[in-house]
């Protein structure tokens, strides 16, 4: 990934945000149960972090994932999005076999963080991914496979899963593409 310049990229904020707490780098990744390199090579621009990672970080910073990826803050209480409307940034992860972006209003003000994920074919997140507080999903398109602890489920278009952030996981889509709304309940606004 090409280092970013601007402070469009949301590990050039969080640089801003964790100085702006007198944290330090290796504070931050601890708590974010991040390596310090690669939370290094994130605050300059030249990597991505998965949804999980940025959930971490976002709780370590004390502040929303919306706030970290640069969404504006607005003073209405109700968020609504469009069909047809342009809900980006999207952002790739670092692998860039899946991309991301938060469709949840900064505004809202509950313990929320929503994402629409889209995830290539033969995706697979290659380690487990835990954060705090609940984690629900709910599959647009496709067919995933999500590993909860010790047990596997096949999750297909139009089914609903829900599970603690805390118990580690893995996502993976099947065969083709897949959608995936994805609503973390707890995490840190």
């Excluded at 310049?5 to 904020?13: A, I, N, Y």
């Excluded at 994932?65 to 003073?75: A, D, K």
């Amino acid at each position: 990934m090409k280092q970013a310049t601007d402070l469009s990229h949301p590990g050039l904020r969080a640089r801003v945000l964790r100085r702006q707490r007198g944290k330090t780098i290796s504070q931050v990744a601890e708590v974010a149960n991040l390596s310090k390199a690669h939370l290094s090579r994130f605050e300059r621009g030249e990597k991505a972090l998965s949804v999980a990672s940025l959930l971490r970080l976002a709780s370590a910073l004390e502040i929303s994932v919306g706030t970290l990826i640069g969404e504006e803050i607005g003073t209405g209480e109700v968020h609504l999005v469009r069909a047809n409307q342009e809900i980006g940034p999207v952002r790739p992860d670092d692998g860039g076999s899946y991309s991301f972006c938060s469709i949840g209003g900064p505004s809202i003000g509950t313990n929320h963080t929503t994402f629409l994920l889209e995830l290539q074919e033969k995706y697979e997140h290659n380690s487990e991914a835990f954060h705090g507080g609940r984690e629900l999903l709910y599959v647009l398109s496709g067919r995933v496979i999500i590993k909860v602890g010790k047990s596997e489920y096949t999750v297909s278009e139009g089914d609903y899963m829900e599970f603690p952030g805390t118990i580690p996981h893995v996502l993976k889509s099947t065969c083709g593409a897949a959608k995936v709304l994805l609503v973390v309940l707890g995490a840190t606004q």
